[in-house]
């Protein structure tokens, strides 16, 4: 299960980030080609930066795979127009409020040029890179708006993440929220920076193994809150079950065991019963894993 934030949905789909489950792209690399041309600027970036996602896609996925994972765009250049057409409707205008850093997006393209096959997320037209490789594209702006601003994607922010709401007649707004630190107050643990929890109200560490612990976001990311209260390990394949969360990655909870996820051609009734992510709907099988050929 993929915990980290892919960049393209982080800075500029933020909106479609908390629902997004991304399929993972590629398990063998391609040899990245250089991005190189000038330095890029707050004029253009946005455009090389959706063009070097799908450069790096079309390089390291086949049409095959491509297609599984529901991205019809039939070349590298027409799926950068429709990435950047979500952009733009997604993001504002595609104006970002802040002060461009040349340095930190040049950086970013070149990350994502040499980004690991098996680091792509693809979900139909939105692409992205788990922010662990790019980490330079979360800072190609230094984002103006103040806690509580209204933003477009977390580029606009001082600090952190624009989040969006939708209320009940279906009216969406945004605004920049950071998230709480160790020790600031919390109502919830998704208001609480990476590998905290809220405890009480305040952000605190998550648990370590034999913690004592209500749920499984009360542990470190690789354990599980088990059926005695206390954090562990998650099962391996064979293990006991009662959920998806209580197996390890790369199995599910297979009636009341964890089981290794699909291989290509294993029978699959949706994405999460699949190792790629991805169960192809006319055939209910699952896909393989793009091989960046």
């Given amino acids: 299960m993929r915990t980290h934030r892919p960049v393209l949905l982080v800075t500029l789909l933020s909106a479609v980030a908390v629902v997004m489950s991304a399929a993972p792209g590629c398990k063998d690399d391609k040899t990245p080609a250089s991005s190189g041309g000038p330095e890029p600027t707050e004029s253009d970036f946005i455009s090389r930066y959706v063009k070097a ?16 994972r529901g991205l019809d765009a039939s070349s590298a250049d027409a799926c950068a127009s429709d990435l950047k057409a979500i952009f733009i409707a997604i993001g504002g205008g595609g104006e970002v409020k802040g002060t461009f850093v040349p340095e930190m997006a040049e950086a970013c393209l070149a990350e994502v040029d040499a980004a690991p096959c098996a680091e792509l997320e693809i979900l139909g037209a939105l692409l992205g890179v ?24 977390d580029w ?4 952190d993440r624009c989040v969006r709401n939708v209320d009940a007649s279906g009216q969406t707004t945004s605004a920049c929220k950071a998230r709480a630190a160790a020790g600031e107050p919390c109502s919830a643990t998704f208001d609480c920076d990476k590998a905290l929890r809220c405890d009480a109200g305040t952000c605190a560490p998550r648990l370590a193994v034999g913690g004592a612990c209500k749920g499984n976001l009360e542990c470190l990311e690789e354990l599980r809150c088990a059926q005695d209260s206390t954090c562990q390990a998650r099962e391996q394949a064979g293990g006991p079950c009662a959920a998806d969360e209580d197996c390890a990655a790369g199995t599910t909870c297979d009636g009341a065991t964890c089981a290794p996820l699909g291989t290509a051609g294993a ?15 006319a055939t209910s099988t699952c896909a393989d894993i793009c091989k960046g050929s």
């Fill in 53 to 68: 996602l799908c450069d790096r896609t079309f390089a390291c996925c086949d049409a095959a795979d491509r297609a599984a």
């Fill in 130 to 153: 788990d922010e662990t490789f790019t980490p330079s594209c979360l800072d190609a702006w230094d984002g103006s708006v103040p806690e509580g601003g209204t933003c477009g994607t």
């Fill in 156 to 159: 606009d922010c001082a600090r």
């Fill in 267 to 281: 029978p699959c009734s949706s994405d999460s019963d699949c190792a790629s992510s991805a169960c192809v709907d």
